[in-house]
Structures are given as structure tokens and as C-alpha cells.
């Protein structure tokens, strides 16, 4: 499956953004896979951010984001969305959606997408 992630931008601290991520109709159906936000600051590794089963019952998110960002799909337009939230200096970073067979940190993701990002500014 290819993913496009898209929606990143600027915006001040305490804003909000919503991030999409659209999945090619090729291969398998997109509910089969669990979907991942994960994000890289410059100079830091690749962070979990937060996860969606397939069909969309249950999430998990990092304590980082848990209260402010949220993770929801559209099964029927192949996209996942991150929504988020008063948002703070140090969630500028490169966010990157993933596809995998299990939701959660410890999913194995195999499909990745090129990236949006996000800067916020004080």
C-alpha cells in the first residue's frame, strides 16, 4: 500500500492542525491495517505518536500527545486523520503515517509514508 501524508503547515503555539493520510486502493482493503502517526524532530529519533486499529475501535497514544492530539479514519475514503490540538513548540517535527498489521507502539509497520511537516512558532 502507498501512503500520502498531507495537512502539515505553521502555525503558533496552542493552535490546532489536522494531518491526513491517504492510502492507495491498491492491495488489501484499508481496514485490514492498523495505522500509525509517528513523528522526527531534527536531530532526534523517530517517535510513536499514536495508533488506530483497522476498523477503528480502539487508539493508543504517547503520554506526550494523550489528552491533545487524536487519531481517527475514514474507512470508506482510505484515510487516517491526526487531529491535533493545542499545540506546543516541541511538537514541530516531520510526521510520517504507517501501516501495519497491529495497532499500538510495538506494531510492526510496514508500509510508510514520505512525511508532512508541522512547525509551530511561540
Known amino acids: 500500500v502507498q501512503l500520502q501524508a498531507s495537512g502539515g503547515g505553521l502555525v503558533q503555539a496552542g493552535g490546532s492542525l489536522r494531518l491526513s493520510c491517504t492510502a492507495s486502493?491498491?492491495?488489501?482493503?484499508?481496514?485490514?491495517?492498523?495505522m500509525g502517526w509517528f513523528r522526527q524532530a531534527p536531530g532526534k529519533e523517530r517517535e510513536y505518536v499514536g495508533s488506530i486499529s483497522g476498523r477503528g475501535g480502539r487508539t493508543h497514544y504517547a503520554d506526550s500527545v494523550k489528552g491533545r492530539f487524536t487519531i481517527s479514519r475514514d474507512n470508506d475514503k482510505n484515510t487516517v486523520y491526526l487531529q491535533m490540538n493545542s499545540l506546543k513548540l516541541e511538537d514541530t517535527a516531520v510526521y510520517y503515517c504507517?501501516?501495519?498489521?497491529?495497532?499500538?507502539?510495538?506494531?510492526?509497520?510496514?508500509?510508510w509514508g514520505q512525511g508532512t511537516q508541522v512547525t509551530v512558532s511561540s
Open positions: 486502493r491498491r492491495g488489501r482493503t484499508f481496514s485490514t491495517y492498523a
Open positions: 504507517a501501516a501495519g498489521g497491529q495497532y499500538g507502539p510495538s506494531g510492526a509497520y510496514d508500509y
